[in-house]
C-alpha cells in the first residue's frame, strides 16, 4: 500500500494540471485507504489469539476517511457516537477516545510518510454487555506541495466490536487488559472503567452459564455509568 501510495504523489508531481490531478490523487488515496478493511480484521484476527480475548464473533465493522485528521478529543468522541450509537456511553466512551487520541496523535507525528496502529480494548455498553473493540488507524502524510493545498494528511479509521471468548478470561486478566490498554486514561477514570467492564463480565458469565439477568442487576450495571467528560466539554458553550 505504501508504494501505491508513493506512486500516486509521484504521478502528481509530474503534471501541470495541478488542480484536477491533485483531487484525483485523493480520491485514489480514499481508495487504497479502504483496502484497509481486510487488513484491520486479518489484524484483529491475530491481535489477541494468544492471550485471554480473543475474537468469538464479529459483531460490526465501519471504516471512516478523514482528511487533516486531528487528535481533537471532542471529534473523537463525536466519531465514536457516530459508530456505534448509544452502545458506548460514558466512562468507556471517554476512555476510548483517550485510547484514539494518544495513537493517533502518534500516528500523526511519526516522521515516515505512511504509518500505522492497531490496538483493541474490552468494552462494557450501556446494556451491561462486555465487548472487544479494533481500532485500525492508518495515515498518510501528504508531502506534496500541490495535495497540501487540500490537506496535510489521509487517515483511514476501520474499527471492529466483537464478542469474545471467555473461557480463559479471569477476573486477573480482565484487570491486567484494562489497565494495560486504557493507559492513556487518568487513574480515576480506568478505575471507572474497570468497575463497568467487570459487572458487564460478571453479567456475561451469568448468561453464558444458562442463567438471566433480573431488572436489579441490569439497573446495577447502568448505574456504574456516569456522563461522558468529552460530551460535556463539546455541549457547553466557548468561553
Do not use: C
Request: charged share 25%; no cysteine.
Amino acid at each position: 500500500m505504501g508504494a501505491a501510495l508513493s506512486n500516486v504523489i509521484k504521478s502528481i508531481d509530474s503534471t501541470n494540471d495541478s488542480g484536477q490531478q491533485a483531487i484525483e490523487s485523493l480520491s485514489a488515496l480514499r481508495a487504497l485507504g479502504e483496502s484497509r478493511d481486510d487488513v484491520a480484521w486479518d489484524k484483529a484476527e491475530t491481535l489477541g489469539a494468544g492471550d485471554h480475548a480473543p475474537i468469538l464473533k464479529k459483531l460490526m465493522r465501519s471504516q471512516s476517511i478523514v482528511t487533516d485528521a486531528s487528535s481533537s478529543n471532542d471529534q473523537i468522541a463525536s466519531g465514536i457516537k457516530r459508530v456505534t450509537g448509544n452502545t458506548v456511553k460514558g466512562q468507556i466512551l471517554d476512555g476510548l477516545t483517550d485510547i484514539i487520541a494518544n495513537a493517533l496523535s502518534t500516528v500523526l507525528n511519526d516522521s515516515a510518510q505512511v504509518s500505522s496502529k492497531h490496538f483493541y480494548a474490552l468494552i462494557a455498553t450501556s446494556s451491561g454487555a462486555l465487548l472487544r473493540v479494533d481500532i485500525d488507524i492508518h495515515s498518510y502524510n501528504l508531502r506534496s506541495k500541490r495535495l497540501q493545498q487540500y490537506a496535510e494528511n489521509v487517515v483511514t479509521f476501520t474499527s471492529i466490536i466483537s464478542t469474545i471468548d471467555m473461557t480463559y478470561l479471569t477476573l486477573a486478566d480482565l484487570k491486567s487488559i484494562v489497565s494495560t490498554t486504557y493507559t492513556s486514561s487518568p487513574e480515576e477514570r480506568q478505575k471507572a472503567i474497570f468497575d463497568l467492564v467487570k459487572a458487564a463480565w460478571e453479567n456475561d458469565l451469568k448468561l453464558n452459564g444458562g442463567g438471566d439477568l433480573d431488572d436489579a442487576e441490569r439497573d446495577r450495571s447502568r448505574a456504574l455509568i456516569r456522563p461522558s467528560e468529552y460530551e460535556k466539554q463539546a455541549a457547553s458553550p466557548a468561553a
